[in-house]
T-cell receptor, first 112, second 116 residues
Framework: DAKTTQPPSMDCAEGRAANLPCNHS???????VYWYRQIHSQGPQYIIH???NNETNEMASLIITEDRKSSTLILPHATLRDTAVYYC?????????????FGKGTHLIIQP | SAVISQKPSRDICQRGTSLTIQCQVD?????MFWYRQQPGQSLTLIAT?????????ESGFVIDKFPISRPNLTFSTLTVSNMSPEDSSIYLC?????????????FGPGTRLTVT
């Protein structure tokens, strides 16, 4: 799996958009960008994934640059419950025996 | 999405003993994964468990220390053997499910193990 680089921590005001960056300059052509988050004392939670196009679901939006070397996860209206460690992971499409390789992630703190 | 439960949710064990952690999924899955999360650290993959075959272990993890069973498509166990304080961690199981051309992994709530 390609490596990713994320800032160790970020703050965001409640109600504002939280933009979490991720660099993955060595990503391969068939590798997806996945985002997970881990709220304290819970198992990681899947958020979103994408290959080339921008993606949006009920939780977040994922913006992938045209060269695919970086991406941004956007939480449009952050709440206190969004405080968590966010992991950006690059991996092949899966379906086999590949587990996930977690980096250190970004600790997002939502301020009231 | 798959719903995963783990037992026990937490335990405090004495060094030299063993603990078996159970993972139950509400649907049939081919692959199950076991991770460890040491205090203040990120998750590390221990092994992959495929029903009907031996588990595949990652570098640094061995079967004698972390034996895994996978008797059917909805259940797996991980045993932490001959425990030492360094084994104090959260142990998580996960499964893969397919959506929109790629696979998502879903995680259980974890088992918090403290070894004294």
């Amino acid at each position: 799996d390609a490596k990713t680089t994320q800032p160790p921590s970020m703050d965001c005001a409640e109600g504002r958009a939280a933009n979490l960056p991720c660099n993955h300059s060595t990503i391969s052509g068939n590798e997806y960008v996945y985002w997970y988050r881990q709220i304290h004392s819970q198992g990681p939670q899947y958020i979103i994934h994408g290959l080339k196009n921008n993606e949006t679901n009920e939780m977040a939006s994922l913006i992938i640059t045209e060269d695919r070397k970086s991406s941004t996860l956007i939480l449009p209206h952050a709440t206190l419950r969004d405080t968590a460690v966010y992991y950006c992971i690059v991996r092949s499409p899966g379906g086999g025996a590949d587990g996930l390789t977690f980096g250190k992630g970004t600790h997002l703190i939502i301020q009231p | 999405s798959a719903v995963i439960s783990q037992k026990p949710s937490r335990d405090i064990c004495q060094r030299g003993t063993s603990l078996t952690i159970q993972c139950q999924v509400d649907s049939q899955v081919t692959m199950m994964f076991w991770y460890r999360q040491q205090p203040g650290q990120s998750l590390t993959l221990i092994a992959t468990a495929n029903q009907g075959s031996e588990a595949t272990y990652e570098s640094g993890f061995v079967i004698d220390k972390f034996p895994i069973s996978r008797p059917n498509l909805t259940f797996s166990t991980l045993t932490v053997s001959n425990m030492s304080p360094e084994d104090s961690s959260i142990y998580l199981c996960s499964v893969e499910d397919q959506a929109r051309g790629a696979y998502e992994q879903y995680f259980g709530p974890g088992t918090r193990l403290t070894v004294t």
